[in-house]
């Protein structure tokens, strides 16, 4: 009994020997490639090979001779008593194969090695983010991240675009601008705090009579 083997592509199962011919659905691979089909059954002189196990010791090899073109089905559709009349043709993308190996191996071959199997190059750890408390880190200018649109707009439409500006205003001046609220005063007060700032103090000192 010859040695052959049930093999899957593209959703098909064929039975191959040794030098046979097979005309498959459509393979990216090159002409000339190698492929490795997928073995389902494997029966030679000795035995029948059905287990997935042991399946898994098939090696059914072959080589692309060429893609070809199937022959045109044509198509004709109408439709009784309306005049309908459709003609069209289909021709299936095609890869001719030569089966060149059938055999059962003593022990499953290597698995080819993914990217995803490399052991993955050491990279120098990166650096913990900084704490940011709503406001920026000390000696930083800029307004606050979490003051808020409004108050921010407002800010910048007054020209207090960084908070050493902001420092140059107390905070009755600032409240005074609209869309700066009580909350967004204190959003500032702790960022000028960070920044190692403050608001302008009120001038509390009273004139003698």
Same mark, same amino acid.
Request: proline share 5%; charged share 35%.
């Given at each position: 009994m010859p040695t052959y083997a049930i093999v899957e592509s593209g959703g098909k199962q064929y039975r191959v020997e040794k030098?046979?011919?097979l005309l498959v659905d459509r393979l990216s691979e090159d002409?000339?490639?190698?492929?490795? !089909?997928?073995?389902?059954?494997f029966r030679d002189d000795d035995n029948t090979v059905l287990s997935p196990g042991d399946l898994e010791k098939v090696k059914v090899?072959? *080589?692309?001779?060429?893609?070809?073109r199937g022959p045109k089905i044509r198509v004709f559709k109408y *439709?009784?008593? *309306?005049?309908?009349?459709?003609? *069209?043709?289909?021709?299936?993308?095609?890869?001719?194969?030569?089966?060149?190996?059938?055999?059962?191996?003593s022990r499953k071959p290597a698995a080819k090695k993914s990217a995803a199997d490399k052991p993955a190059e050491e990279k120098p750890a990166a650096e913990k983010p900084k704490a940011e408390s709503g406001a920026q880190a000390s000696g930083a200018k800029g307004l606050p991240d979490d003051l808020g649109k409004p108050a921010t707009g407002a800010l910048e439409e007054a020209g207090l675009?960084?908070?050493?500006?902001v420092a140059g205003k107390t905070e009755?001046?600032?409240?005074?601008?609209?869309?700066v609220g009580p909350k967004a005063v204190e959003t500032l007060e702790k960022a000028l705090a960070d920044?190692? !700032?403050?608001?302008?103090?009120?001038?509390?000192?009273?004139?003698?009579?």
């Amino acid at each position: 009994m010859p040695t052959y083997a049930i093999v899957e592509s593209g959703g098909k199962q064929y039975r191959v020997e040794k030098g046979q011919s097979l005309l498959v659905d459509r393979l990216s691979e090159d002409e000339g490639a190698k492929v490795p !089909l997928r073995a389902v059954m494997f029966r030679d002189d000795d035995n029948t090979v059905l287990s997935p196990g042991d399946l898994e010791k098939v090696k059914v090899e072959a *080589k692309v001779a060429g893609h070809e073109r199937g022959p045109k089905i044509r198509v004709f559709k109408y *439709k009784a008593k *309306k005049g309908y009349r459709k003609r *069209k043709g289909h021709r299936s993308e095609l890869t001719r194969l030569e089966i060149t190996d059938v055999a059962m191996l003593s022990r499953k071959p290597a698995a080819k090695k993914s990217a995803a199997d490399k052991p993955a190059e050491e990279k120098p750890a990166a650096e913990k983010p900084k704490a940011e408390s709503g406001a920026q880190a000390s000696g930083a200018k800029g307004l606050p991240d979490d003051l808020g649109k409004p108050a921010t707009g407002a800010l910048e439409e007054a020209g207090l675009t960084d908070l050493e500006k902001v420092a140059g205003k107390t905070e009755a001046e600032l409240l005074d601008l609209k869309g700066v609220g009580p909350k967004a005063v204190e959003t500032l007060e702790k960022a000028l705090a960070d920044a190692g !700032l403050s608001f302008k103090q009120t001038d509390q000192s009273e004139e003698s009579d």
